[in-house]
């Protein structure tokens, strides 16, 4: 288990680590930067701290495969939560508590579970997951640069 390092306002060569908290994808976190020419980029932690990627590319070449644009991580996101993989229930995020003999209706978003409630219907608990679903989306789609 990948286990994120506080790297806010640290130094990695050209690279400083800002604030926002890190992104996780496909098990990697990913930290925004600023580059010392002033590009925001997303560089993925371990890459960070073993010291391979050091500026956007402006100052050497680095193995940009580790770095991603705003623009690109926003991207991911969105075809990350945009899938439609229906599970047990039918429904993705949708699932059958047993114990409580309710749905449970839930979503992932940055590595992390969010819980959006129990409901009675089968029905409530996924208009209430599509209703996240969509206000998230359209958080991620804010934060696409317009220009890159
Ligand atoms: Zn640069």
Redesign the pocket.
């Known amino acids: 288990m990948n286990k994120t390092k506080y790297l806010n306002n640290q130094s990695f060569g050209?690279l400083t680590a800002l604030e926002d908290k890190p992104i996780k994808m496909d098990k990697h976190f990913y930290q925004k930067c600023r580059?010392?020419?002033g590009?925001i980029l997303y560089v993925r932690e371990d890459s960070l701290l073993r010291g391979t990627s050091r500026?956007?590319?402006?100052?050497s070449k680095e193995l940009r495969h580790y770095q991603f644009t705003e623009k690109a991580i926003a991207k991911m996101q969105l075809s990350k939560i945009g899938k439609s993989k229906y599970n047990k229930s039918g429904c993705v995020g949708v699932n059958w508590d047993k114990s409580r003999g309710r749905w449970q209706a839930s979503i992932r978003y940055n590595g992390k579970k969010i819980n959006i409630g129990r409901f009675d219907n089968y029905e409530d608990a996924v208009t209430a997951r599509k209703k996240v679903e969509v206000k998230i989306l359209k958080e991620i789609k804010e934060k696409i640069p317009t220009s890159n």
């Open positions: 050209f580059c010392i020419c590009k500026s956007c590319g402006c100052k």
